[in-house]
T-cell receptor, first 112, second 111 residues
């Protein structure tokens, strides 16, 4: 059983489009995160949700909007995609905030 | 501003050797220091973690050394194996929900 899953694994789209990435965890965790990993492998936290409540909202363009329908799901919607949005996006979850985090396999987004 | 500084950026070690990766932080509010291992095409996976009230933690071939006064911590991989070749990230976090990764170290272990 996959602990943290993301769909899709790959996403290729054109500038200006809107796209969503879905994340689900079956670990019973109460906190979920979105990270962006750029081409230099630098990992940066974007958002954190605890019990469906937004906890961390780092300096991210408001084109990015997370949505947590329940504790097991955290989706990321991106409007008006730009070239600079090309990266690998990771979802993660933990029990409690900031501690042992389990990462999903990542979604490679390519904007052309 | 990089909250956690990691070095070296890349490291090549012979099989059986010791791999050492260093990290430094400034914010004394950090109270949990995990290390993650990431293989190509995979998400980071927690390897080992330490709290600042402990100076060393060992799990198998992996050891974290922590120097609270210097605000530095390091990962030592003993008897490095080709299967250890991956990117390693240190991180620092606290109960205030701040969570920062280092810039990563690409480790290559040569057979």
């Amino acid at each position: 059983d996959t602990a943290v899953s993301q769909t899709p694994k790959y996403l290729v789209t054109q500038m200006g489009n809107d796209k969503s990435i879905k994340c689900e965890q079956n670990l019973g965790h109460d906190t979920m995160y979105w990270y962006k990993q750029d081409s230099k492998k630098f990992l940066k936290i974007m958002f954190s949700y605890n019990n469906k409540e937004l906890i961390i909202n780092e300096t991210v363009p408001n084109r990015f909007s997370p949505k947590s329908p329940d504790k097991a799901h955290l989706n990321l919607h991106i409007n008006s995609l730009e070239l600079g949005d090309s990266a690998v996006y990771f979802c993660a979850s933990s029990q409690g905030q900031g501690r042992w985090q389990y990462f999903g396999p990542g979604t490679r987004l390519t904007v052309t | 501003q990089q909250q956690v500084k990691q070095s070296p950026q890349s490291l090549i070690v012979q099989k059986g050797g010791i791999s050492i990766i260093n990290c430094a932080y400034e914010n004394t509010a950090f109270d949990y220091f995990p290390w993650y291992q990431q293989f190509p095409g995979k998400g980071p996976a927690l390897l080992i973690a330490i709290r600042p009230d402990v100076s060393e933690k060992k799990e198998g071939r992996f050891t974290i050394s922590f120097n609270k006064s210097a605000k530095q911590f390091s990962l030592h991989i003993m008897d490095s194996q080709p299967g250890d070749s991956a990117t390693y990230f240190c991180a620092a976090t606290n109960t205030g929900n701040q969570f920062y990764f280092g810039t990563g170290t690409s480790l290559t272990v040569i057979p």
